[in-house]
């Protein structure tokens, strides 16, 4: 008998059925998630929000944040904003297991925008940190200091565990709450974010009404004053708008969040590198120059070779507008980078980048698209197992709304896709291998929809991509 013969009537309706859903949702072996979001409009959080709210008391610190300090993870910058005078410019911090308060002082700064007078931005860099120890911090003065913590990170090392959250696109919608709460409620804590761009969308109002920098940073404040945000600037950190006579790009980002980027030998604190437990990590910036001979790329020229995988075995970059990226929206954009900078990815075996920009979730197959010269008419993606993982993760939750519409068909670099917002974690476990998971926001729960073990392109640089169509 041969094996058709013994399958019963409902046993082939079930695998006719399974055939045709494999060509509806699985094409050229990638697929597009099934799971269709119900699109409403995203809506900004309104002025009197809980979570805007301005803590008690005259001139209390507000908008607390930290992010790395230095190179190698011993330092932390805090900043903060008082509204109504410049008040203390200290820190005070102490560790744990110690009772003696340390003080660090700093720099504060104001700035104008059209009709808008920032408060005073408070930054001060906190050095010679003891690695793997929990500090207490407090800003403000008598009866309005806060208190907050962190957690330093391990010594730097090629086996150091250590967890990453990825948010990007970010905003401040009731969407933007949900993903911030899943991200905080992840049973796998992240202990630092690494964020791809697009903070406030402050320019998306009158004006480029700056009061929403001012809200969006009490809103984040519940995560970055307790764990550093690694900063990556996206296009609406370019407030660039001559019409109302502001033509210094980033200007409201630049006062308001600091980057260490002095530490890594970079001339802008737009591009940059820091290390981190197992991790080098890598920031470009997509709306800064990086055609050849640009500071941009004669910086990270010289960068990738100082990256010793013997003791940072994870390199990891970060930019705003992705390189792969198979939604319709923002198509392209970020080609002119690919082109000049996908060959060193290649070379030096970059484990995964994450961008954002676009507003859904897309996770790319390991290609590379490096043969072309203009004459040779070698112009497809192809596998290549030393090249990286692309991660589109621009699906904080903004007021622009989810970006739904795809090209057709789904080509064949893109592993998996699928217009929801969420949050991901990347679980660097050692040298060889990553767990990472992407939770989207489903009806007030995070539900974990795509994952993915990492193999490490130095240490463990067999494939690790997905049977096709899986996730
Ligand atoms: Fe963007």
């Known amino acids: 008998m041969r094996p058709f013969q013994r399958l019963s009537f409902s046993s082939f309706l079930l695998l006719s059925l399974g055939l045709v859903l494999n060509l509806v949702f699985v094409c050229n072996g990638s697929s597009t998630s099934i799971f269709v979001r119900k699109v409403e409009k995203s809506i900004d959080m309104p002025l009197d929000s809980d979570v805007f709210r301005v803590p008690p008391g005259y001139n209390a610190p507000q908008q607390v944040h930290i992010t790395q300090g230095d190179h190698v993870g011993k330092a932390v910058i805090v900043s903060w904003v008082t509204e109504d005078e410049p008040g ?76 990453f959250g ?77 019409e109302i006579g502001e033509t210094e790009p980033f200007k409201p980002f630049s006062h308001r969040y600091q980057t260490p980027y002095k530490a890594s030998q970079s001339t802008s604190p737009f591009w940059y590198s820091i290390k981190r437990a197992s991790a080098h990590i890598i920031v470009l910036a997509s709306y800064s120059a990086y055609g050849k001979y640009t500071p941009q790329y004669a910086w990270l020229e010289e960068e990738l070779p100082r990256v010793n995988r013997k003791k940072t075995p994870w390199l990891i970059v970060l930019m705003h507008s992705p390189w792969y990226n198979s939604n319709s929206y923002h198509y392209m954009e ?76 789904q080509p064949e670099y893109s592993a998996f896709r699928e217009a929801s917002f969420g949050h991901a974690i990347f679980d660097i476990k050692n040298r060889t291998h990553a767990y990472y998971s992407w939770h989207r926001n489903q009806d007030g729960d995070a539900v974990k929809s795509d994952s993915l073990w990492f193999f490490n392109r130095f240490w463990n640089p067999v494939d690790d991509s997905k049977p096709h169509g899986s996730h």
């Open 334 to 409: 970020g080609e002119t980078m690919r082109v000049m900078f996908e060959s060193w990815f290649v070379k030096y075996k970059v484990d995964v980048v994450f961008a954002g920009h676009v507003h859904a979730y897309e996770r790319s197959e390991r290609v590379s698209n490096i043969a072309y010269n203009i004459v040779n008419g070698i112009c497809a993606p192809v596998k290549d197992l030393s090249a990286p993982v692309y991660i589109n993760i621009g699906d904080g939750g903004n007021i622009e709304g989810l970006a739904t519409k795809y090209t057709q068909p």
């Open 166 to 242: 990825l948010i990007g696109d970010l905003g401040q919608t009731f969407d933007s709450n949900r993903t911030l709460s899943h991200y905080q409620s992840n049973s796998t804590k992240g202990q630092t974010v690494l964020f791809v761009g697009d903070l406030s969308y402050a320019d998306n109002y009158p004006n480029h009404d700056n009061v929403r920098w001012d809200t969006w940073g009490r809103f984040a404040e519940r995560s970055v004053a307790y764990q550093p945000w690694i900063w990556t600037v996206g296009n609406h950190e370019l407030d660039f708008a001559p």
């Open 88 to 163: 203390s410019d200290a820190v005070r911090y102490w560790s744990e297991n110690s009772k003696h308060k340390k003080l660090a002082k700093g720099k504060i700064e104001t700035y104008r925008y059209f009709n808008y007078s920032s408060g005073f931005i408070h930054h001060v860099t906190i050095r010679n940190l003891k690695y793997n120890t929990k500090y207490y911090y407090e800003v403000g003065l008598r009866n309005t200091t806060r208190q907050f913590w962190f957690t330093t990170p391990p010594a730097i090392g090629p086996d150091v565990p250590y967890t």
